[in-house]
């Protein structure tokens, strides 16, 4: 049975997990950023783990096109509060992050996964991560968030995606981080044109290497925008179609922010195709 180990947690990846968005940034791309206030954030992450929520995804820097960095002091200040908190609800957590500093308090305070846009390419992160038991998803992005949808180019983005994936997989077994506790995730929408978008996810699985589980975050992504013509705020019809296409090309976990509709639909499509409740 495939499994991801993710810290003091086993998990079964026999069906596709959800993994629901907290946004702690108050320049959220999706406009639900709870910023510093960490009631709010609290009840955002209890309303996705109330909603069905397998992990949750915390994140406290916005990685938005044009998006400017945090401070890691400030990142910290939004980010440890709602960890503590949340941490001891009974499933995992995730930290999404690039700065090593971060890493390492996110584990100390009960992180059970890292989620890095930049695959543990900071100097240092491998040795954060490595030190720990915890799962880690590794992120292709072309470019930096500020500037990476200007004039994103590649001669062969499936090969090249894949061929980063493997080196930054490579990296890790070296470093000493056990490919049972690895996840991949294209980047959709990281230094990407609308077409390279739908050359990934037509080939998904082929972007990924080892057999390792693929991660998949469209949800309300602006490569959705593009092809329905709705805002932001009107794109969890669209959001929920390209997780449940996402979970039937292969996809592992499902980076979403609507959790429950999410769910839901991954429930009907499990019943029609095995004839059976999950």
């Known amino acids: 049975m495939l499994e991801l180990h993710c810290g003091r947690f086993q998990l079964s990846l026999e069906r596709p997990l959800i993994m629901g968005i907290v946004n702690l940034t108050p320049d959220s791309f999706s406009g639900d950023g709870a910023g510093t206030d960490v009631e709010r954030a609290i009840q955002l992450a209890r309303r996705q783990f109330e909603n069905g929520a397998d992990i949750l995804d915390i994140g406290a820097e916005s990685s938005r096109p ?25 499933m ?35 040795a954060a991560v490595a030190a720990s038991d915890c799962a880690v998803c590794l992120m292709h992005m072309q470019g930096e968030p500020g500037t990476m949808q200007v004039a994103p180019h ?25 490919a049972g506790r690895l996840v991949l995730d294209p980047g959709f929408g990281f230094g990407k044109t609308l077409d390279h978008n739908l050359a990934l996810f037509r080939a998904l699985t082929a972007t990924g290497c080892d057999d390792l589980p693929l991660l998949v975050g469209i949800s309300r992504k602006s490569m959705l925008g593009a092809i329905t013509g709705q805002s932001v705020e009107r794109r969890v019809a669209a959001s929920v179609a390209a997780a449940v296409l996402a979970a039937r090309k292969g996809a592992k976990i499902l980076r979403v922010h609507d959790v429950e509709e999410t769910r839901d639909a991954l429930a009907v499509l499990s019943a029609f195709e095995t004839g059976s409740l999950q």
């Open 92 to 126: 995992p957590v995730s930290v999404d992050t690039y700065k090593p500093a971060v890493m390492r308090a996110a584990l100390d305070a009960g992180a059970a996964m890292i989620n890095d846009i930049s695959a543990l390419r900071h100097p240092g992160a491998l």
């Open 154 to 178: 590649y001669h062969d983005v499936v090969g090249e995606v894949r061929d980063f994936l493997a080196e930054r997989v490579a990296c890790c077994r070296d470093a000493g981080i056990d």
């Open 66 to 90: 044009g998006a400017i960095q945090t401070p890691e002091d400030e990142e910290l200040r939004r980010l440890v509060p709602v960890l503590r908190e949340i941490v001891d609800w009974g």
